[in-house]
């Protein structure tokens, strides 16, 4: 059974710092995704990984995807204020469509 | 182009009541998924439904619980006489046909959040 998690849980970052969030999954995917969640509301599409190696980014954020280690991270740079949220991996399962998401990290950056 | 739509956005129930939550796909969208996330936690898959068929519900409880996606309308979850531990915010994602399934980008709604007295 694919399980995901997520660490930190919560993470509280200084404006400017960099860090990164590590979601680790317990079997095969082929598939890596990234969410973000503001309170109350839905749920962002932030990238898709879908080989091993495969780096995105958007802005301050990015994404990266080690499938041997079973292994996605998220970099955050130089963190600014709007980036707080919750952010979610979410493994493809091997089999359907269904998604399995992480317990998701909610991020607070400070001024 | 629209987004996913969900309705209502919050709904209050009874112990006991019945509990109908809405979803109307992206337009061009087939594929439809449920998901419930709980208090501070990440959201659990509950089924997946293309129009008039359930291709997996592996995540539904085996009581109370039921979905359907009809030819025409929305897509529905049900929940019959309803308990605490339903009370969660209940999302709905859609995915589009074609080429770009093998992605399976899945495009959320705001969610229903259900609250039971």
């Known amino acids: 059974e694919l399980k995901v998690e997520q660490n930190p849980l919560f993470l509280s970052m200084q404006e400017g710092k960099n860090y990164t969030i590590y979601c680790n999954y317990s079997?095969?995917?082929?598939?890596l995704y990234w969410y973000r969640q503001d309170p109350g509301k839905s749920l962002e599409s932030l990238f898709v990984?879908?080989?091993?190696?495969a780096v995105k980014q958007e802005g301050r954020l990015m994404a990266s995807l080690d499938t041997k280690a079973r292994l996605s991270t998220l970099h955050i740079t130089a963190a600014v204020h709007d980036l707080s949220a919750t952010y979610f991996c979410?493994?493809?399962?091997?089999?359907?469509?269904?998604?399995?998401f992480g317990a998701g990290t909610i991020l607070r950056v400070k001024s | 182009n629209a987004g996913v739509m969900q309705n209502p956005r919050h709904l209050v129930r009874r112990r006991g009541q019945e509990a109908r939550l809405r979803c109307s796909p992206m337009?061009?969208?087939?594929?439809v998924y449920w998901y419930r996330q709980l208090p501070e936690e990440g959201l659990k898959f509950m089924v997946y439904?293309?129009?008039?068929?359930?291709?997996?519900e592996s995540g539904m409880p085996k009581e109370r619980f039921s979905a359907e996606f009809p030819k025409e309308g929305p897509s529905i979850l049900r929940i019959q006489q309803v308990v605490r531990g339903d009370s969660a915010a209940y999302f709905c994602?859609?995915?589009?046909?074609?080429?770009?399934?093998?992605?399976?980008?899945?495009?959320f709604g705001a969610g229903t959040r259900l609250s039971v007295l």
């Open positions: 439904l293309q129009k008039e068929n359930i291709i997996d």
């Open positions: 079997t095969t995917s082929d598939r």
């Open positions: 990984l879908l080989s091993n190696g």
């Open positions: 994602a859609s995915s589009p046909t074609g080429e770009e399934t093998a992605l399976n980008i899945q495009y």
């Open positions: 979410a493994a493809g399962a091997e089999y359907g469509n269904k998604l399995v």
């Open positions: 337009k061009g969208h087939s594929h």
